[in-house]
């Protein structure tokens, strides 16, 4: 399993935001974590129940922000986050139906991992220079 790590390339220069993609990172490894090492269901529900309490706090600042700002790109950007709350909602559904399965393990192995660098590059960045420059 390989473990997320946040470098400064993702950097997106707004501090809170950039604290709050480690810790999301933090979270991410921890449910990964727990997926791969075949913990107690109840455990993995409680990392995947800290992941998903995570994502939606910090999309609702992201999008607060957005507001706050009139940022023409909101819509879109929300539409981005609603993709991912969606994809999570149906994983953790499908954890509580049929427990881990391969498809849990590879969604939470390359999909979503892969999905928060790629965000963070493509629309977050975008934001932030938006941001930056108000
Ligand atoms: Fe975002
Ligand atoms: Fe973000």
């Not at 449910?31 to 994502?55: C, H, N, R, V, W």
């Not at 609603?82 to 149906?90: A, S, V, Y």
């Amino acid at each position: 399993m390989k473990r997320m790590q946040w470098n400064e390339s993702l950097a997106v220069g707004i501090e809170q935001i950039d604290n709050q993609h480690k810790i999301w990172m933090e979270h991410f490894n921890s449910a990964a974590e727990a997926i791969a090492a075949k913990q107690s269901p109840s455990q993995i529900s409680k990392t995947l129940g800290f992941l998903m309490d995570y994502t939606e706090m910090h999309f609702s600042t992201e999008e607060k922000y957005m507001t706050e700002l009139g940022y023409a790109g909101l819509q879109d950007h929300k539409s981005r986050h609603n993709e991912l709350r969606t994809t999570l909602t149906n994983l953790v559904k499908d954890f509580e139906d049929e427990g881990v399965t391969s498809k849990l393990a590879d969604a939470i192995d390359s999909f979503l991992g892969n999905w928060l660098v790629q965000h963070i590059n493509e629309v977050d960045k975008k934001f932030a220079a938006f941001a930056k420059k108000g």
